[in-house]
């Protein structure tokens, strides 16, 4: 049974790596690339779609000038954040995420604060980039539409299966599919441009746009503008990363940064640029790439079937950046001791697979909980990223006043300017997008905040209590104690007989204990002992309440009581091991419950004699 | 926490019962007339429906000779296994239930199978009934019938906590309903025959029944009459509880199954006959019983809701003999090693609760996949009952022409024709229900038998392992062999000190063992030990995996090699013991498993030292 588990654990995961191959498992700029920039340039596919989404009902047709303004100050931001990370990554060679940044140069509450949003984001980014590229899949094949939740559940688990597997294999396996979207995306952009410039050919007329009712507002503006900032999420993934390149890592994650706010520009622009020239709306079920894609290449061609499948595949791909980067802040989190230990050890194959198995349960559960409807998880989405970006940016800039190195007042220009401009962008999405769920996520992260303050706290606690403060050979008793020993008793058979000769062999203090709920059994037990010519004595104790348990551990506390310093008092517990481990439903679990209520006192030690069952 | 869970249990089962309160709680003829007969009594509700279901479709206004003719002869049968049991409860005071008459007179085989079929009937006798009971409900309050499924389980929970009160009290709280609903169906049918015989009342004419489309056939009659004989269930639980009785019990017992016999006589055969007068035909939704009560007393008058509610009354009930009898059975079966021996243990309130807990698993889980459908439930219900009945007259007929005592001859020609008559309404039910889902029994009977044979046989090799051949006080061993002593560390803090202190008064053989994953913390961890000043050495092994366990238990399984006889290896653990069970979360769960795959090994001997963590 154990084995069977055992070997279907070693063919879904792979064999265990030793810890010292740790080295060959890096990123290169070749393959870093795309796992790390999957969310940040798969974001495009949703958030040019959500910011039509806010315009196209109130202006119509006139939504697609300020779609290109909202898109030039996402760009703008973009860029200031591309500047701002890529001085993180100059300072912090061993990864500078957030959390770090923050508790480092801010303390430890905005630390945490930024670690909550962070992963509060993470396993939001699972989930809606799983449920869009569901959202793809099903664009190309409606009839696929029923099982949406089924498809991105098995989304997940596939993602979850190829993190525990180990840094390298999912490098290459989750690389291949972003360069392809990169490539498709990018032929569908030129291919359009082409056709409208080159060739001169216009789009056919908009196709059921609503009527204009209104002019734009400056509230539309932000509300539109804090929707499509879904499109800068994922931008910090690469400075959290730095120890995962190959050296040189900061000149390679510098690379990667570089290229990936290339990358988002060109199709972020891009996309929005044919979504206006071909007057693109959202529509039931069917994406705005998905449409754009339709239009350039023609509805059914085969490069309209790819642009939808590689979609798919990178938004697949994006919700891996996130499984890649929640495991890494989590073990840090566990190094500080702000979150359980066991996230702070690597699997089989070096994953952090406590972190894994994590996200993957959150983000199958915010699946089923949202039916996999991306448009109710995006307004979660947006403020966490935010709040996170301003408080690292900030914690940089103090830094950078602080120290007082270098080119000090020119960096901290650029970090203050991000840290303001992300401020002011994380103040505008929590505003407009409160009522449609930003609250979840504002009550949640101070709830995580407490928590792991909490958890840090139950930390220090039992650090304190195990600490040795005196001179450490002081504590050692120099003339041990006699033992006393506490052995019960059921029926007298060979199981007992072995615990019994062990127990002699641990001192003379020994007393044979049993608990009688019938007197004629303790009568002929009585009689059975006798026979075996023992020096010590058999005590018996009535139970009229058939309460076995309790009436031992009565019997221990007295005895327990009556122990001087240093004395303990050894209870020794016959256990028989039997082969199959359905047989235990067949026997009263009885010492189980017995030995965990006796672990719980002070000075007893409790010993457990196996005697071996054989079938 | 625990202590919390204890309190609500305290509440909602009750206080602890001494075993010798045992005598106190036992039935006298009034309560326990009630308690063991409302299953006979309360299967008129949907037996007389049953033959009709039948007969109306294919015989239309012409269905109510036959239905006398079909109760007669389930009266027939009633009578017979009526005299049949009493002889049972004359030669079995212990109780003589089905199991243990075939048992004893039949052989091992005979006996199980006669325990299987029961066990499965006493689970179907609490599903069926609670659904009726429900439809009862429904059927006065029709606005309650999408609930139906939750209202059967909330029913079955009640029962399951009453019972688990146990056995006085639960006489009392379901003794009262029984007779409730005896008084008002005895009243509707004493008022429906003074309505027609006296008054002269001519009932009106029979409203939607389908024409008749064929004559009455053998087959039809046989189909009718086995689906009829689900009024016969529960009459052998008189049998089996003769132990439960007040002395003189096989008296007292006697005197309740003639009391049975004629309540079942009474009413069938009043339901049936107002049936035929008043050409009552079964319709969707509401029951016959609930018809014929509507047509006396006039719909929506009191005495209509009267013979509803206890009608639903009676009905739970009679879920409530099976809650009374299948723990006992159980409890004969874990006597004698069929089933896991924690079914033959009493509770907190000398109920058998392990059974009783069984009980409501099984019968909610069919309630939920049968939609509380009683319909459903039925056809797989009396084949189990008159197969036990058939193996336990068998049983009795035996007996008789074995023993030869008194006036054998009589008595086994009464048993002998009850086997019989038994024998030919079994083969007619599983052949006439085969299709509706007799099939399904006929598959679990061989089933449980060969399950329950396995258990016997883990039991007996269990008995054998442990049992003492040798004169017992040659087993121990005179002059104890010293102690082995290996003691893992982690890292040297108090938890370590302690359980160092209390390896040193085990005996001087003592290795302080550590497995490494980090080099440095390793050297460290040798500085600090060797500051201790101690006599023993401290091992290091290195795990390029990670895998400590593993590691460690290697290393025990090489020391457990070199032991010589008698020897042991004992593995001290230290283990903090936290207050609050919820930080054991917070903690890695290693050491458990550590411990449970050390357990297993045949010559080492756990010890675990507690270290308290204070708050």
Redesign the interface.
């Known amino acids: 049974m154990f084995n069977m588990l055992k070997k279907m654990k070693t063919i879904v995961i792979g064999k265990?790596?030793?810890?010292?191959e740790s080295e060959s498992e890096k990123y290169s700029v070749l393959w870093g690339l795309p796992v790390l920039s999957s969310d940040a340039v798969s974001s495009v596919s949703y958030a040019c779609e959500e910011i039509l989404m806010v315009l196209v009902p109130v202006l119509g047709i006139a939504s697609y000038k300020p779609l290109m303004g909202i898109a030039a100050a996402i760009i703008g931001m973009l860029f200031i954040l591309a500047f701002s990370y890529r001085q993180t990554i100059e300072c912090y060679p061993q990864g500078g995420g957030s959390y770090r940044v923050a508790s480092e140069n801010l303390g430890r509450l905005p630390g945490l604060v930024a670690a909550a949003s962070l992963s509060i984001d993470y396993v939001l980014t699972v989930a809606v980039s799983t449920c869009s590229g569901t959202a793809a899949i099903t664009s190309a094949f409606p009839q696929a539409l029923p099982f949406r939740v089924e498809i991105t559940l098995f989304l997940i688990l596939l993602l979850t299966i190829g993190n525990l597997r180990g840094l390298r294999e999912s490098s290459i396996l989750f690389g291949i599919p972003t360069y392809l979207f990169i490539f498709s995306i990018v032929a569908m952009i030129a291919t359009g441009l082409v056709k409208v410039f080159v060739l001169g050919q216009v789009p056919p007329p908009a196709d059921g746009l609503p009527p204009q009712t209104q002019d734009i507002t400056v509230l539309l503006f932000l509300k539109a503008f804090s929707s499509g900032c879904t499109a800068l999420t994922g931008v910090e993934a690469v400075s959290d990363g730095v120890p995962n390149f190959k050296a040189p890592s900061q000149k390679n994650a510098k690379r990667v940064l570089a290229l990936l706010a290339s990358l988002v520009f060109i199709i972020f622009s891009g996309v929005c640029y044919l979504a206006s020239i071909y007057k693109v709306a959202h529509r039931e079920n069917v994406t705005v790439v998905s449409q754009i894609a339709s239009k350039v290449f023609g509805p059914g061609s085969a490069m309209f079937f790819t642009v939808q499948a590689t979609t798919a595949m990178i938004l697949i791909m994006a919700a891996n950046t996130a499984f890649a980067d929640l495991p890494l802040l989590l073990s840090f989190l566990a190094k500080d001791g702000f979150v359980?230990?066991?996230f702070g050890?690597?699997g089989?194959r070096l994953s952090f697979s406590n972190g894994i198995m994590l996200l993957f349960l959150l983000s199958s559960g915010l699946v089923i909980i949202f039916k996999a409807e991306t448009h109710l998880l995006i307004p979660l989405y947006a403020v966490g990223v935010f709040l996170s970006f301003t408080l690292s940016q900030t914690g940089m800039f103090k830094r950078w006043i602080t120290h007082r190195q270098g080119n000090w007042k020119h960096k901290a220009v650029i970090n203050g300017f991000g840290a303001f401009m992300a401020a002011i962008t994380c103040v505008i999405i929590a505003v407009s997008k409160f009522v449609n769920g930003a609250w979840i996520v504002l009550i949640c992260i101070p709830t995580l905040v407490v928590f792991m303050l909490f958890?840090r706290k139950?930390?220090d606690?039992?650090r304190d209590?195990?600490?040795?403060e005196e001179s450490?050979?002081d504590?050692?008793?120099k003339n041990?104690?006699?033992?006393y020993i506490l052995l019960p008793v059921q029926s007298?058979?060979?199981?007992f007989?072995k615990a019994?000769?062990?127990a002699?062999?641990?001192?003379k203090k020994i007393e044979v204990y049993h608990v009688s709920?019938n007197k004629e059994e303790a009568e002929k037990l009585k009689v059975?002992f006798r026979?075996?010519?023992?020096d010590f004595p058999l005590v018996i104790e009535e139970a009229?309440?058939?309460?076995i348990n309790e009436t031992l551990l009565a019997h221990v506390d007295k005895e327990q009581a009556r122990l001087k310093k240093?004395e303990?008092l050894?209870v020794v517990l016959p256990?028989?091991?039997?082969p199959k481990w359905w047989?235990y439903?067949?026997?009263?679990q009885t010492s189980l419950r017995l030995?965990s209520a006796l672990?719980?006192?002070?000075n007893?030690?409790?010993?457990?004699?196996?005697?071996?069952?054989?079938?």
């Open positions: 265990a790596i030793k810890s010292a359980a230990r066991s050890s690597r089989t958890i139950h930390y606690k039992v209590n195990l600490a040795i450490s050979s504590l050692i008793v041990p104690p006699e033992n007298i058979n060979k199981s007989i019994l000769n062990y002699m062999t641990l001192g709920t059975r026979q075996l010519g023992l009229p309440y058939r309460n240093h303990m050894t256990q028989f091991v039997i047989h439903t067949l026997h009263n030995k672990v719980k006192r002070r007893v030690a409790v010993v457990t004699i196996p005697y071996i069952i054989n079938e």
